[in-house]
């Protein structure tokens, strides 16, 4: 379990207010040979200053069928569904 929290501006400083965040696990994967349940999208919304604060379960040592661990990519999305990052 963790805390996870961002600030999210555009280049110009304006906030990205109101946006979207959304953290996706990168290919699915089990633990220690059983299948686990892990979220394959987490998503929430940034506040008016931009802000993300948000408490998420990862389990970030999840091996895949080729041996490798996961990961959760992030992405930031404007209050129109445009990526920002």
Same mark, same amino acid.
């Given at each position: 379990?963790?805390?996870?929290?961002?600030? /999210?501006? +555009?280049?110009? *400083?304006?906030?990205?207010?109101?946006? $979207? +965040?959304?953290?996706? $696990?990168?290919?699915?994967?089990?633990? $220690?040979? !059983?299948?686990?349940? #892990?979220?394959?999208?987490?998503?929430? =919304?940034?506040? =008016? *200053?931009? #802000?993300?604060? #948000? !408490? /998420?379960? /990862? =389990?970030?040592? $999840?091996?895949?069928?080729? *041996? !490798?661990?996961? !990961?959760?990519?992030?992405?930031?999305?404007?209050?129109?569904?445009?990526?920002?990052?």
């Amino acid at each position: 379990m963790g805390v996870v929290t961002g600030v /999210f501006i +555009y280049p110009n *400083g304006s906030a990205v207010a109101n946006g $979207l +965040y959304q953290w996706k $696990l990168n290919v699915d994967a089990v633990e $220690l040979g !059983t299948a686990c349940v #892990a979220p394959v999208l987490i998503s929430g =919304n940034l506040d =008016n *200053g931009g #802000a993300m604060t #948000a !408490t /998420f379960a /990862f =389990n970030d040592i $999840l091996g895949t069928s080729g *041996g !490798t661990n996961t !990961t959760y990519q992030h992405k930031v999305k404007d209050n129109q569904g445009s990526q920002v990052s």
